[in-house]
């Protein structure tokens, strides 16, 4: 996914800000879906608008990275933390427009979780079916015009009116590779 989109020799300074995000599974109707957020417009956020994971950055009192990415989903979605099983780490992934090494965590809950938006941060909830990730057919080549700056051949996921790109993308496709090695090992 990172295609013609970054170097991959890509480092993190040592100035950089640290965040925690989720990639939560839960689901609906016995499919697996992964629960993303659009955020909210803020002139001053690089990433107002954009597809992205509940998360955000670590702050002092944060027990550990994990931890950031519990409770900022807690805060932007409203999910029940102690609902959720933590599975584990994915790669952390430098964002060199924000200065943010995102350190996401795959987490599962047994039932869908009763979603309460917070408004000032979240302009809406988006329920991805794990079977439309899985489907190498709905990654797409596009461009994209971002804040007056034209990006060429940008990999994604389109889902229904939502572009899914970047490190959001990246940290999906890694989740989806490590999902289809697990596929690969049942059968």
Known sequence: M??????????TPPDAKHAGVLLL????????HVALIRRSFHEADPHSGQISFPGGKH???DQSLLHTALREANEETGIDTQAVEVLGPLTSLYIPVSNFEVHPFVAFSKTRPDFVPEVNEVDAILEVPVSFLLNPENIQLIDLT???FAIKDIHCFKFEENIIWGATAMMLYEFVEVA???IRSEN
């Open 2 to 11: 990172a295609k013609n989109f970054r170097s991959s020799d890509t480092k």
């Open 25 to 32: 599974l839960y689901p609906i109707a016995d499919e697996w």
């Open 59 to 61: 702050e002092k009192e």
């Open 146 to 148: 971002i804040r007056g």
């Open 180 to 182: 289809r090695q697990v």
